[in-house]
């Protein structure tokens, strides 16, 4: 039982043009999202994060929607350059955050020049 | 500062044989986790310690998995015996006590032949 669901193993977007990465979860308990990039032989790297109590974080060229009702949340990265290709975890805590992370399965986004 | 350290960064091993990771994280994160990650996987939750107690083990195959954190710093995860399914690669994690935002090591990959 996935908790935490990424649909699509790949993305390919041109460069310049937005890319949005789609993440669903399960459980109600989760209050705090993370997203993660992560490239070939190395850790994942943290990007931006989102509470419940918000429904929209931005950071620079990267911004996070939270639909809880539907419990939904995108990734949409603006423009799209050549070095944003990697593999985007979501993943999801609950207790505020301080809990371990639980991880969808990535996508894999590939900018195309 | 320094990031998150893991070693060794490859291994190669028999099944039944038993293997040994260390971890080493960020100075001042109180917290630190283990995930497994499978191919074509996301990470997954293993152990979380806060200093050396033990948080939530609840996903740790505690029949062949092990792992301490003495004096509260360095961590070691130990599998003994291996299995073929334990190949994957082993991310250590560390964060500061109620900080969602975890940082990670590059991981340990393992291959159990």
């Known amino acids: 039982d996935q908790q935490v669901k990424q649909n699509s193993p790949s993305l390919s977007v041109q460069e310049g043009r937005i890319s949005i990465l789609n993440c669903d979860y399960t459980n109600s308990m989760f209050d705090y999202f993370l997203w993660y990039k992560k490239y070939p032989a190395e850790g994942p790297t943290f990007l931006i994060s989102i509470s419940s109590i918000k429904d929209k974080n931005e950071d620079g060229r990267f911004t996070v929607f939270l639909n809880k009702s539907a419990k939904h949340l995108s990734l949409h990265i603006v423009p799209s350059q050549p070095g944003d290709s990697a593999v985007y975890f979501c993943a999801a805590s609950s207790g505020g955050g301080a809990d371990g992370l639980t991880f969808g399965k990535g996508t894999h986004l590939i900018i195309q020049p | 500062e320094a990031g998150v350290a893991q070693s060794p960064r490859y291994k190669i091993i028999e099944k039944r044989q038993s293997v040994a990771f260390w971890c080493n994280p960020i100075?001042?994160?109180?917290?630190l986790y283990w995930y497994q990650q499978i191919l074509g996987q996301g990470p997954k939750l293993l152990i979380q310690?806060?200093?050396?107690?033990?948080?939530?083990d609840s996903q740790l195959p505690k029949d062949r998995f092990s792992a301490e954190r003495l004096k509260g710093v360095d961590s070691t995860l130990k599998i003994q015996p291996a299995k073929l399914e334990d190949s994957a690669v082993y991310l250590c994690a560390s964060s500061l006590v109620g900080d969602a935002e975890q940082y990670f090591g590059p991981g340990t990959r393992l291959t159990v032949t």
């Open positions: 310690f806060q200093n050396n107690g033990v948080v939530d």
């Open positions: 100075s001042g994160h109180a917290t």
